[in-house]
């Protein structure tokens, strides 16, 4: 069975430029979570789909940041303009929800930037 | 506010030796525990759980304790060995929120030969 599936894996911008990352769930997981890894940090929510739905997107910037799981199934994250502070690894999860389990994660896109 | 705490940041075992990895919580509500284990450039993987509604979870080599009167859950490997080598994050979930994570810092571990 194959993982959740990121890319890019890594991507360096220069502030004030957008990124975008996106993310594959494993197959018939309809929940989908982003989260934000800080140096040194655990990973913190940003975002909880249920299929097509955000459910929890509390811990959004939403000023500058944006998500969408077009026909519940793909995902991406987009920051618009990036700020130094952005720079950090974010992580995509999926689940099969309705029951307790646990989240498949995926390896994850380091954005640096300068 | 970090509602998980991981207090120590690392922990150095010899090889065959017992590792505890210790975990404090502060929120009440959670009602759902889980230890996740990262290697360097990836992500977390799921490595043991554990319901309120019990005290010890155990699968091979890995037990959670989980103590709710002190709000501690541990981590406990033995034999330790050094492909255990890596960064043990504990989470806690709501159950009836739609089980997000509310990770601690981690502890990185290191199992010497």
């Known amino acids: 069975e194959a993982g959740v599936v990121q890319s890019p894996r890594y991507k360096i911008i220069e502030k004030k430029q957008p990124v975008a990352f996106w993310c594959n769930p494993i197959?018939?997981?309809?929940?989908l979570y982003w989260y934000l890894q800080n140096l040194g940090q655990g990973p913190e929510l940003l975002i909880r789909y249920e299929n097509e739905e955000a459910v929890d997107d509390s811990q959004l910037p939403k000023d500058r940041f944006s998500a969408e799981r077009l026909k519940g199934v793909d995902s991406t994250l987009k920051i618009q303009p990036a700020e130094l502070g952005d720079s950090a690894v974010y992580l995509c999860?999926?689940?099969?929800?309705?029951?307790?389990?646990?989240?498949?994660f995926g390896p994850g896109t380091r954005l640096t930037v300068l | 506010d970090q509602q998980v705490k991981q207090n120590s940041p690392s922990l150095s075992v010899q090889e065959g030796r017992i590792s505890i990895l210790n975990c404090d919580y502060t929120?009440?509500?959670?009602?759902?525990f889980l230890w996740y284990k990262k290697y360097p450039a990836e992500g977390p993987t799921f490595l043991i759980s554990i319901s309120s509604i019990k005290d010890k979870n155990e699968d091979g080599r890995f037990t959670v304790f989980l103590n709710k009167s002190a709000k501690h859950l541990s981590l406990h490997i033995v034999p330790s060995q050094p492909g255990d080598s890596a960064v043990y994050f504990c989470a806690a979930s709501v159950t009836n929120s739609g089980y997000a994570l509310n990770f601690g810092k981690g502890t990185s571990l290191l199992v010497t030969p």
């Open positions: 197959s018939g997981h309809n929940t």
């Open positions: 999860a999926s689940s099969f929800g309705g029951s307790i389990d646990t989240q498949y």
């Open positions: 929120n009440s509500m959670f009602d759902y």
